[in-house]
């Protein structure tokens, strides 16, 4: 069983940066594909970002891409997503999980969720 936590979600003004923090309960995370995904009111879940610990590589929605970067701390066993040029359409709550699928970016690919973080982004 993994259990994760999601952080740093929050109130941020148009334009503004958010980093999102997910630390995993257990040392074995780095076997598993880790991912973020955002569930806007009345809206499906949908992929955001994700990160291979065993290839050292990440991948991002086109919605994100090239304002987003995921980052780790091995040693915490955490992985961060930071978020610049937000805009309102990032409102969501933003939720980490973990996947034994290279490549993962679909719901039903991952295994485990944390509770999610709400981000709210005004205009």
């Known amino acids: 069983q993994v259990q994760l936590v999601e952080s740093g979600g929050g109130l941020v003004q148009a334009g503004g940066s958010l980093r999102l923090s997910c630390a995993a309960s257990?040392?074995?995370?780095?076997?598993?594909?880790m991912g973020w995904f955002r569930q806007a009111p009345g809206k499906e879940r949908e992929f955001v970002a994700g990160?291979?610990?065993?290839?050292?590589?990440?991948y991002y929605a086109d919605s994100v891409k090239g304002r987003s970067t995921i980052t780790t701390d091995n040693a915490r066993d955490t992985v961060y997503l930071q978020v610049d040029s937000l805009q309102p359409e990032d409102t969501a709550v933003y939720y980490c999980?973990?996947?034994?699928?290279?490549?993962?970016?679909?719901?039903?690919?991952?295994?485990?969720w944390g509770q999610g973080t709400q981000v709210t982004v005004s205009s």
């Open positions: 990160f291979s610990w065993s290839v050292g590589h990440a």
């Open positions: 257990r040392r074995t995370i780095s076997t598993y594909v």
């Open positions: 999980a973990a996947s034994r699928q290279s490549g993962a970016n679909m719901v039903h690919e991952y295994d485990y």
